[in-house]
């Protein structure tokens, strides 16, 4: 089945530093691929997204690239700031099979941003 | 524009009390869905929904009802709450494969 791992954390970084965070992904057909960022104490925000092979996504500094043939989607940024604290969520949807629209996440990693 | 409105934001229940977390969103989106979310297990699928009337199981289905009866409404049953159920729950929804889903702020449920 359709599956999403991502690198375990929790990932602790100097201000400035650069940021990665590994996501691969097992999936069936042609699926979109997703980063969530969910600050403390909130819900889920779309931060950026890529729906087919050698697509970029990127949004307030952040960026991650759509790689079928290493079945991955890195999370990058070039210089954290404190208020990038947060979890961080890799996402598919795939169709599997149909029009289900399914979203599938992985378990999340935590980053902290030290001053 | 609200988006995605789940009440109540918190709730404490007794074991085998039930309870039904409300989700409504005025996006128009045809697609919802329910997910739990458990420190160090992610977000996992519960309940969703492609369209009015047409409801299937995700991940962790046991223990939860769910049924759509309009695109804005999708709420959540708890027939018979057990400890296991404590969470904190979401509500999404979304236009289709290539936009993402919209979530709601969340309902912190714990069962005594």
Known sequence: GNSVTQMEGPVTLSEEAFLTINCTYTATGYPSLFWYVQYPGEGLQLLLKATKADDKGSNKGFEATYRKETTSFHLEKGSVQVSDSAVYFCALSDRDGGATNKLIFGTGTLLAVQP | ?112
């Open chain 2, 1 to 112: 524009n609200a988006g995605v409105t789940q009440t109540p934001k918190f709730q404490v229940l007794k074991t085998g009390q039930s309870m039904t977390l409300q989700c409504a969103q005025d996006m128009n989106h045809e697609y919802m869905s329910w997910y739990r979310q458990d420190p160090g297990m992610g977000l996992r699928l519960i309940h969703y929904s492609v369209g009015a009337g047409i409801t299937d199981q995700g991940e962790v289905p046991n223990g939860y009802n769910v049924s759509r009866s309009t695109t804005e409404d999708f709420p959540l049953r708890l027939l018979s709450a057990a400890p296991s159920q404590t969470s904190v729950y979401f509500c999404a929804s979304s236009s289709g494969q290539s936009y993402g889903y919209t979530f709601g702020s969340g309902t912190r449920l714990t069962v005594v």
